[in-house]
């Protein structure tokens, strides 16, 4: 799979080792940054970009990292076409995917270690969009709320 990874300083450690893991099971990766530590950054800087690109399909999942994972979950959720959730257990990394059409998970850097973040990844990657009709009716109502 194709998938798209960004984060600040806060994920910075933690992306790294997702890269190494994702690239190793096979997964193609595109690293949209911090290519290096700065602690002054910035996550919209590097989330905006690839929650884009999985909005028009350069990427087919993404990964969203800061130090909490708040605020990379609401960066990537301004873009159209995005669906991102902070996730904090292996039930709502399958689940989100599932039922809700979850195409961006979002962690803390902070909050989620290494091991736990893999597992979260690898639900998240794994997991398929069920497309039953009562999912589909909340997502429209959903993406008819205005911004």
Same mark, same amino acid.
């Given at each position: 799979?194709?998938?798209?990874?960004?984060?600040?300083?806060? #994920?910075?450690?933690?992306?790294?080792?997702?890269?190494?893991?994702?690239?190793a099971?096979?997964?193609?990766?595109?690293?949209?940054?911090a290519?290096?530590?700065?602690?002054?950054d910035?996550?919209?800087?590097?989330? &905006?970009p690839? @929650?884009? @690109?999985v909005?028009?399909?350069?990427?087919?999942?993404?990964?969203?990292?800061?130090g909490?994972?708040?605020?990379?979950?609401?960066?990537?959720?301004?873009?159209? #076409? &995005?669906?991102?959730a902070?996730?904090?257990?292996?039930?709502?990394?399958?689940q989100?995917?599932?039922?809700d059409?979850?195409? &961006?998970?979002?962690?803390?850097?902070?909050t989620v270690?290494?091991?736990?973040?893999?597992?979260?990844?690898?639900?998240?990657?794994?997991?398929?969009?069920s497309?039953?009709?009562?999912?589909?009716?909340?997502?429209?109502?959903?993406?008819?709320i205005?911004?």
């Open positions: 799979m194709r998938v798209g990874i960004a984060t600040d300083h806060g #994920g910075f450690g933690l992306k790294q080792e997702l890269v190494g893991l994702l690239r099971a096979g997964h193609e990766v595109v690293d949209f940054g290519s290096s530590l700065v602690p002054a910035d996550y919209p800087d590097y989330v &905006v690839m @929650a884009r @690109a909005a028009e399909g350069r990427v087919e999942r993404g990964i969203a990292i800061c909490s994972g708040v605020g990379a979950s609401l960066a990537a959720n301004r873009i159209e #076409g &995005v669906r991102a902070l996730i904090h257990d292996h039930f709502s990394a399958r989100g995917v599932e039922d059409h979850m195409n &961006v998970i979002c962690m803390g850097g902070r270690g290494p091991s736990v973040a893999w597992d979260l990844v690898q639900t998240f990657l794994a997991a398929s969009y497309g039953e009709e009562r999912h589909l009716r909340r997502l429209k109502k959903v993406a008819s205005g911004r």
